[in-house]
């Protein structure tokens, strides 16, 4: 059982691959064609396993750029990445590991990527934005694109004494999935998700937000970087995956909605149908809205410092 | 926020763990010596997540070198490491991710490992034989060593016709994870955990094993490789990762025992004690043992073929 006298077959690689899905399931995933939207703490970690599983084709969407901080989350990146662009390190990746894998960038924020949207079976995100989840959520609706949205949040309250000093209080994690099948399965905005205010502060320009800072209209704190640790991601990221496989694959259907929350353990699953008077996914009804105003399905160019990173 | 003019410090890389964990937090998963044993399609995902999180120190161990059908789930393992032996290939990536992590080997089977075993706070395993987890366990409760066993198994039923030809059904999609902290929670044997008859027939020689086979004793299905998937793998050892945190910083009490399916994602905890009349637990009880004899914790050589990949 030494490698060296393997062949290199792709029914070698993935057997075991092949002895759980079947040479039909991993055919599917070869054929299947995602877009990752978010390369950072959650996309990344994603990416990868999509890749190692045997996902055909990769459009990755990401405007940012490695930091220092990422480090600790962005599976991919190296300290020498530092500066470069998420999608062309994570890229780059995931052609070492599968020399067969189609792997495509744009290093734009998603609401420019319409293109690029198009070409895709499945959109999966990992996103911190609200804004842009929200506009993400409503392309999907519109185009019939099944979308796979990710999210992970840490809460703290003050501190608390260690054996080894002062930490914050970790009163949550949590991470979630929601599955967003266009006419099948509830939107983003039929469960009313996403804080508003957040969503109008993300909007902002850079001068705007100066001003109600100074204003005291809003806060440093709403501003500064999430807490995030790399297990909580990789819990979510998997479960993602693993959702998406089960949609791609058809071995097994996926919760609408799924919970997880790192402290208690606590899992749940949710059904859901589409809100009958939800103004997106009907958009026949009295609430009715003008998707370009109420959701920005404009490209979205204000913001000069996009935040994708978990 | 381009990275560019980044300061490399290592307060730049952790400041959103330690918006989590607190400076206290990461300085103590820095102080940390952690063995891997199995760096198989668990163990290796566990090794990159420990890196990142800032763990500053791990023994890796298994004997095993990189096969082609590994690619899909080994993290850090590319298709030019095939030959390569598997504890190389994680900590070369290791060292990639952080220049400051510790990483020393030991490829030989973990029965031949006590010394480095010694030298560690914490052991954490990811293996698919029942017998080197017996071994495992009985050394730690004996050395009072914190001891995190990780596992995943997929069972399959028949075939199906779906979309794209016939598969496999898949039945369910364990992965479990046992927290055995010596004197406080039970134990794998206190649990009755592991079934015999596979231990059994993984300690046989080949010539052994060869000769039930022509008997009739086994069969060829208990020695084909078991079915495995990537995702299943990410949430367990993501979720082991995250066990092994709240241990080593407090910051939460982890489960005792916690099970996940991933067909349902069904997911439990328990809490457990050490069962009263465990011979491991309670070497003065009646049913004391010799453990040489029963959990042979002697050094293993005869098994040429170990298989320590999930």
Redesign the interface.
């Known amino acids: 059982?030494?490698?060296?006298g393997?062949?290199?077959t792709p029914d070698?690689?993935?057997?075991?691959?092949i002895?759980?899905?079947?040479?039909?399931?991993v055919?599917?995933l070869a054929t299947t064609h995602l877009a990752v939207v978010g390369c950072g703490g959650l996309g990344s970690?994603m990416a990868?396993?999509f890749t190692?599983?045997?996902i055909g084709q990769l459009t990755l969407i990401d405007p940012?750029?490695?930091?220092?901080?990422n480090?600790?989350?962005l599976?991919g990146a190296?300290?020498a990445d530092?500066?470069?662009p998420k999608v062309e390190v994570v890229r780059d990746h995931l052609a070492?590991?599968?020399?067969n894998v189609r792997a495509t960038t744009v290093q734009d924020r998603v609401e420019n990527a319409t293109p690029a949207l198009r070409e895709v079976d499945l959109i999966v995100a990992g996103l911190d934005r609200v804004s842009t989840r929200q506009w993400l959520n409503a392309y999907a609706v519109q185009h019939r694109t099944p979308y796979v949205d990710a999210g992970v949040i840490?809460t703290?309250s003050g501190?608390e004494e260690?054996?080894?000093?002062?930490?914050?209080h970790?009163e949550t994690?949590d991470g979630y999935i929601q599955v967003v099948l266009p006419g099948h399965s509830a939107c983003f905005a039929c469960l009313n998700r996403g804080d508003p205010e957040r969503a109008r502060i993300e909007r902002l320009t850079e001068e705007e937000r100066e001003e109600e800072l100074a204003r005291g209209y809003i806060d440093e704190t709403q501003l500064s970087?999430?807490?995030?640790?790399?297990?909580?991601?990789?819990?979510v990221?998997?479960?993602t995956?693993?959702l998406v496989?089960k949609l791609v694959?058809?071995?097994?259907e996926p919760?609408d909605y799924?919970h997880?929350e790192?402290?208690s353990?606590?899992?749940t699953?949710l059904s859901t149908t589409p809100r009958p008077d939800c103004p997106l996914c009907n958009p026949g009804t009295d609430q009715d809205l003008d998707l370009e105003a109420d959701f920005d399905l404009t490209p979205a160019e204000n913001d000069p410092?996009p935040?994708t990173d978990q």
């Open positions: 059982m030494t490698g060296a393997s062949t290199h070698a690689r993935f057997d075991r691959t002895r759980a899905l079947g040479q039909s399931g055919n599917r970690i990868e396993e190692r599983y045997g940012d750029v490695v930091e220092e901080s480090l600790p989350r599976f190296f300290p530092v500066g470069r070492r590991i599968d020399e840490i703290t501190t260690t054996e080894t000093g002062t930490a914050p970790i994690m970087p999430e807490p995030a640790v790399v297990p909580l991601n990789g819990v990221a998997s479960k995956v693993q496989a694959t058809g071995y097994a919760p799924l997880f790192g402290v353990n606590d899992l699953t410092d935040e």
